[in-house]
């Protein structure tokens, strides 16, 4: 049987969870869950009270099926034959393309560089400690135009740090038919991400000082 993590997202920037080309990706933030999660459990991520748009609490802003795990070493190593616009480039006029996850560089040698990009210095120890990135195709992503949970699932909400699982139990059922209940197709944007960088500041200092 599945099982369902669940979170609060402090910062919902369009990196953590990723949710650009058909692919949803959470690769840094979160470590507990990249390193519990397995192949078929789901991850959902509720919205802040203090949201930038409004009080989100209560509200869905993503839910993703996990897919594929790999470690974050080979997540790089794979990057930049199957999925190029993870490699944050700053440079680029396409926004996805900043908001890259995989942000940190294995190939320089034992210890991995951090690429500039969402996540500074002080994110490192934690990006580092989650091991894997967990990948999803089948995923429904809402932003900040998160959905409200019904109220028979209301249970999952957990408002403070870390995540919900075992106490999810009795919800996983519950919530995967409700969710597809809503009749929407997977792996479609339903919202934009409700942080935009101030790239000019970049690289920045992490969650914490976005928040």
Not at 126 to 131: A, E, Q, V
Not at 161 to 184: A, C, D, M
Request: charged residues 20%; proline residues 10%; contains cysteine.
């Amino acid at each position: 049987m599945p099982r369902l993590f669940s979170y609060t997202i402090p910062v919902d920037d369009g990196a953590a969870p990723n949710p650009f080309r058909g692919m949803c990706t959470l690769t840094i933030c979160k470590p507990k869950i990249r390193m519990k999660a397995e192949v078929g459990d789901w991850v959902v991520g509720l919205g802040s009270v203090r949201a930038p748009s409004g009080n989100l609490g209560g509200k869905m802003v993503y839910a993703m099926r996990v897919d594929q795990i790999v470690s974050l070493r080979d997540y790089d190593r794979l990057a930049p034959r199957y999925w190029p616009s993870r490699i944050p480039n700053l440079g680029s006029r396409i926004l996805t393309e900043r908001l890259g996850d995989c942000i940190y560089d294995f190939s320089k040698g034992a210890a991995p560089v951090q690429r500039p990009g969402v996540h500074g210095p002080k994110n490192v120890r934690t990006d580092l400690s989650g091991h894997n990135a967990l990948i999803s195709r089948h995923y429904f992503y809402f932003g900040r135009n998160a959905i409200a949970l019904p109220r028979r699932l209301r249970p999952i909400i957990h408002q403070t740090q870390s995540h919900k699982v075992r106490t999810n139990e009795p919800f996983v059922q519950p919530f995967i038919r409700w969710l597809y209940s809503l009749g929407l197709e997977p792996n479609h944007l339903y919202g934009w991400p409700d942080f935009e960088p101030d790239w000019s500041t970049l690289p920045q200092t992490g969650c914490p000082a976005r928040c």
